[in-house]
């Protein structure tokens, strides 16, 4: 069973969408990271939540923490947002990261 | 430079060799981390280190070891490597806090 769960695992879109993902947890967290990784295999972070919403750019992130569930939106989708979006969530002791297996995105011109 | 650089990037070595993947970083983190990618599995922990002379096994240690030579370096080493070694290994780093994370760049390791 894995402790993080994202949906879907690919995803297609056209260039303009509106596009969601989500992140469902099982265990206790402390915080909660979205990541980004394109087709070169770098992995870079793009939001830490712990609650609430943050927002960068045309992405925005929430988080449920009731609900053990985040999303990461993507307004007006672009091409170059065409990448691996992982999910993970450090434990609530600190010690250790766990990830989704991550969510396809393509966006068409 | 880059906050987290892995050496090397790629690598081919045949069955049997020892292979040693350097990470090193400019955050002035504590923490460090090796995982490993595998296509349709999420980044698994090999080994962590949260200072010098701290190390522990992480979920998939077995067929690896670790050196935390500096604050700033930790590397990883295959001491026979097997076929099924074959992934995209990334290093880590956070803050004790945990609320930021840099990843390398990745090496992308094929044993034949």
């Known amino acids: 069973k894995n402790e993080v769960e994202q949906s879907p695992q690919n995803l297609t879109a056209q260039e303009g969408e509106f596009i969601t993902i989500n992140c469902s947890y099982s265990?206790?967290?402390?915080?909660l990271h979205w990541l980004q990784q394109h087709p070169g295999g770098g992995i870079v972070s793009l939001f830490m939540l712990s609650s609430g919403k943050k927002k960068h750019g045309r992405l925005i992130a929430t988080i449920n923490i009731q609900e053990k569930h985040s999303s990461l939106h993507i307004t007006a989708s672009h091409p170059r947002d065409s990448a691996v979006y992982i999910c993970a969530v450090r434990s609530g002791t600190g010690n250790q990261f766990y990830f989704g297996t991550g969510t396809s995105l393509t966006v068409i011109p | 430079d880059a906050d987290v650089t892995q050496t090397p990037r790629n690598r081919i070595t045949k069955t049997g060799k020892r292979i040693m993947l350097e990470c090193s970083q400019t955050k002035g983190h504590d923490r460090m981390y090796w995982y490993r990618q595998d296509p349709g599995l999420g980044l698994r922990l090999i080994y962590y280190s949260f200072d010098v002379k701290d190390i522990n096994k992480g979920e998939i240690s077995d067929g690896y070891s670790v050196s935390r030579q500096a604050q700033a370096k930790f590397s990883l080493s295959l001491e026979s490597a097997i076929p099924n070694q074959t992934a995209l290994y990334f290093c880590?780093?956070?803050?004790?806090?945990?609320?930021?994370?840099?990843f390398g760049q990745g090496t992308r390791l094929t044993v034949v």
């Open positions: 265990v206790g967290i402390s915080a």
């Open positions: 880590a780093t956070s803050d004790s806090a945990g609320l930021s994370a840099f």
